[in-house]
């Protein structure tokens, strides 16, 4: 199972993450988020003694990344609105970057329609994250969402599908038999308090994960 260890804020997270056999690591740049990357100046300096995994800026404004993004292996946005993917998506392509779109997933919109957005972007975008909807945070909402749903798309979906949204080492196990994503996204789920990570749960969350996949 691939995992992706979000809302990496620390230099020490990162390498406990790495360590523990993390696939990618996730790095915030939303001025609302207590992960917001920018809180922390020297970020540059440790980001890019990291290796061992994909490097993902996580966003919802282009405007708050930072401009130099040679750090980054792949971008992962989270539209706000579902027409936003029409207006915001050609400008992000200009990065030249591999983009990840983060679906949320509010209680009313049926397994169809998240189907219909995706394959409207399923030509330029690399992969698919279902997260849970809140109606003023973009991720790291520690809610999780309608599992059945999620197991329509991703079985369905043309691109690879990482399900986020509340996991946690407890839950993973069981979010993996269900849904069957192509892998698994973390971020409130596996912390001591926001933006820093607990060692503990992120080696857990990784290891059951991985044996989940293989049941």
Known sequence: ?????????????AQVALEAGADAL????????PRHLLHHP???QWLSQLSGALRVAVFVSRENLPADLT???????????PEALETELPPLLAYQKPLWVALRLPPERSAEEALQHIARVASCVERIVLDSYHP?????TGETHD???AREICAR???????????????????IQQVRPFGVDVS??????????????????????????AL
Do not use: H, Y
């Not at 691939?2 to 804020?9: A, L, N, P, R, S």
């Not at 003023?136 to 790291?140: P, V």
């Open 147 to 149: 599992w059945a749903r």
């Open 157 to 175: 979906s043309p691109l690879p599908v990482i399900l986020a949204g509340g996991l946690n080492p407890e839950n993973v196990a069981d979010a």
């Open 71 to 81: 750090l980054f292996d792949a971008l992962q946005w989270t539209p706000p609105s």
């Open 188 to 213: 409130s789920g596996v912390e001591a308090a926001p933006g820093r990570k607990d060692p503990d749960k992120v080696r857990a969350f990784v290891r059951v994960a991985k044996e989940a996949s």
């Open 26 to 33: 996730g790095f915030v740049f939303e001025p609302r988020s």
């Open 136 to 140: 003023t945070q973009f991720g790291g």
């Open 1 to 13: 199972m691939w995992v992706k260890i979000c809302g990496i804020t620390r230099p020490e997270d």
């Open 42 to 44: 020297d970020w540059r």
